[in-house]
């Protein structure tokens, strides 16, 4: 029977898999196993710039967030803020906040835009001109005003600013076990992911590049990834 293998991270230990449970894309192939390491004085330096940071980003960015909530309510009379249940480190639920760039009741046609999944190695979903996005929903998205409100989620301590991107639990729940571990960190509103083409990589990849930021994560790496990512939103590189 074929078998997935994990290799532990520079480590003697090795840990066997039944591939049989597992989606077909993944079978037969090696992968690391990433167990974060402990940095106290970099998680606490990590959670102070967190609260500090976004408290100001709250307070500069008032009139965006005002700006864009008008436009939103004005467009089709709907919320301006959508709330979904997304997931963090170790499996941990919560409610995350963007601005609404779809209609109302979008999540109800996902199903049937299936068949135009770009991602065909994994189970998270995008489509370009996806028909469930509104006009000012194409703009926030491509300027990623919609990811703003998620600045509360990180004053609460539900985000942080770099990290994977919380996936949502149903995307989760089709996770193999090297999937999983992406989760092994607090996630974040930026990573390697968004400064690196975002919707023009496969999810394979993805899941590379945020297993790289777990291994090699510190206040430097978080620097080179905040900067990178301005420069990304400022050339709208493949927003999502």
């Known amino acids: 029977m074929a078998r997935e293998v994990y290799l532990a991270d520079a480590a003697v230990e ?25 940095k106290p004085v970099y998680e606490f330096v990590k ?8 408290m100001i980003f709250l307070v500069l960015l008032s009139p965006v967030f005002a700006a ?35 209609y109302l009741h979008a999540e109800e046609y996902l199903e049937e835009l299936q068949k135009f ?12 001109n996806d028909p469930r996005i509104t006009k000012v929903g194409s703009f926030i998205r ?7 409100p998620q600045l509360f ?10 990290g994977p991107r919380p996936p949502l639990v149903s995307e989760v729940e089709k996770y193999n076990s090297y999937q999983r571990q992406r989760l092994g960190v607090k996630q974040g509103l930026t990573c390697f992911w968004q400064c690196s083409g975002r919707n023009n990589i496969g999810f394979e990849e993805w899941v590379a590049l945020d297993l790289k930021y777990i291994k090699t994560r510190g206040i430097w790496t978080d620097i080179k990834i905040l900067l990178k990512t ?4 400022l050339r709208m590189d493949g927003a999502c």
């Open 47 to 54: 959670r102070a710039a967190d609260i500090i940071f976004s």
């Open 153 to 162: 989620n990180i004053l609460k301590g539900e985000m942080t600013f770099v």
């Open 68 to 102: 864009a909530a008008i436009a939103i309510k004005r467009e089709d009379g709907g919320p301006a803020i959508y709330k979904q249940k997304r997931m963090t480190k170790d499996g941990r639920i919560f409610t995350m906040y963007k601005f609404r760039s779809m």
């Open 14 to 38: 090795r840990t066997y898999g039944e591939a049989a449970d597992q989606p077909k894309f993944f079978v037969n192939r090696i992968y690391e196993v990433v167990r974060p390491q402990k």
């Open 117 to 128: 999944n770009q991602i065909k190695d994994g189970p998270a979903f995008k489509m370009d």
């Open 142 to 148: 491509r300027t990623s005003i919609d990811e703003l």
């Open 230 to 233: 301005v420069s990304a939103v």
